[in-house]
């Protein structure tokens, strides 16, 4: 289904247009949403179990991600050389980073277990863990 | 400081969570790949936001500086942890204009560096400023936190009107006791020869004039007039003004009473203020420096506050207004209450002379032909006023701005002269 696939892009990058327009952090998240969306459709449609693809696909939502919240940023004139080369040189290695992590879960997916109720409800709890130490952290922090 | 989470913050953990849960409710380990990324930003960003524990601190090179003068601002600014990016935004009074330098202004700080920033402002207009007011955000290498610091307005700048050149002053018509620069209309013991007379029992030997003595036949000696100070009174109207801009009649009459002021006060004489307006004010007249340093502090002080009661010159102390002083009224002659107090001090035996700070530049003539018959009817109403003031020997002089105050006092100089001949 193209059209499908092309309809969904088609609004994500208009919702991620609108969010640049407006300066609305709220729409660039609906527009990575819709992003991981049409690619989580195209891993359904298709025989795509393991996609060789995905860690570049989760780098490129988290660069669209910094870009954009980036552009959030107040202008205060023009930036300092120092500043621009700093930020260029985080976006790069947290891109890279992202991808390396992507890569890992990649081959962790690709490691042949057979499925089953455990297996998943060990997943569910490492997800589950890894939102709550997200959760303390945050607490922690403010 | 306060710290405080960025959207980024909670956009990224709930993308990572939403991917997590997708990945776990379609059986499809590879949305993890696309949710890792946004949580591994997050844990990375969790783990290293520490308080930079940020420090400024503002400077000003001066505290007292002219009207049109540039004084230097510097921030410095120094952090235990680096900050990748950090917004500087110092707030100005609206006075002060930024010469040189940014604002606001985003840079980079590393730890424990300290850093200064220099603003070049111009204080464009005369006043009492508070600055110091910056507002400080930086945040964290990766963006999801802000650190916001304030910073209290404590430096005072004070801002002097610029001053006119004057050549002469004007003379007041009468002198006080004490030794000054200006020649008393009186004899006694002085330099300017006065007259001749006949001795008298206790004249000094020194004082005859010999050749007198010699055509006469008897003793003749030399009168002289002695040098004494004098009271000046400077009565600044605020009750209205005319304004255009950033420029009103006020600047005008603050800078013409500090120019006479430091006049004055250079010759020895006392000087005294009455700020005549919804708010009432007076100096008493002193001399010396600390005096004119009082008076431009009070000058820095005039506002024009509105206020409908009726106010004549009974409310203003007795001291502050001493016999024989010289009454300089710097005024733009708007208002009926300050007119009626300048008519009832000449008629208190007062010597007055009004400076007035001309509205007229600040008035539109209108478009309409009966606009400009009214603008007109209204220089006629004016030039009315000023002829019932000099009637009564008081000199008027207009003064606008880009005109010398110079050429004023000189006009109003010669206005008296011949006033006070006419009256013998």
Known sequence: MPWLHAGIAILAFLTLGAGLVLRRSTLFVWALVLLGAEYALWLELGTHALDQRAPIVGGGLLLTAELAFDSLEPEVGRLEATTVLSRAITLVGVTLAAIGVGAVVLAAASIPLTGGVALTAVGAAAAVLVLAVMARLAAERR | MRRSAAPKLGAYAGLAGLGLLAALVLGRPLLVALAAPFALVVAVGLIFADDPELHAVVRIDRERVLEGDVVELALELSAERGLPRLDVLIRLPEGLVVEQGKNPVSIRLEPRAPRTLTLRLRARRWGGYVVGDVLLRGQDSLGLFRFDLALPRDRQLRVFPREEQLRHLLRPQDTQPYAGDEVARRRGDGIEFADIRPFAFGD??????????????????????????????????????????????????????????????????????IGFGGSLRWLQPGTGEAQLYRICEALLDTRILLHYAWRDIAVVP?????????????????DERSVHALHDLRARGYDLAVVEASPVPYMDPGRTPAERLAFRLWLLRRNALRERLRQSGVAVVEWQEGKPLAVGLEEAGAFRRHAFAGRG
């Open chain 2, 204 to 273: 000094q030997v020194t004082r005859v004039n010999w050749r007198a003595t010699a055509r006469r036949g008897e003793l003749w000696v030399n009168d002289r007039h002695p040098e004494r100070n004098t009271d000046i009174v400077l009565f600044l109207d605020s009750f209205a003004e005319a304004r255009r801009g950033d420029t009103s009649t006020l600047d005008l009459a603050l800078r013409a009473a500090a120019t006479l002021a430091r006049g004055y006060i250079a010759k020895r004489d006392r000087v005294g203020l």
């Open chain 2, 318 to 334: 007795a001291r502050v207004l001493p016999p024989q002083a010289l009454v300089i009224a710097l005024s733009p002659l708007l």
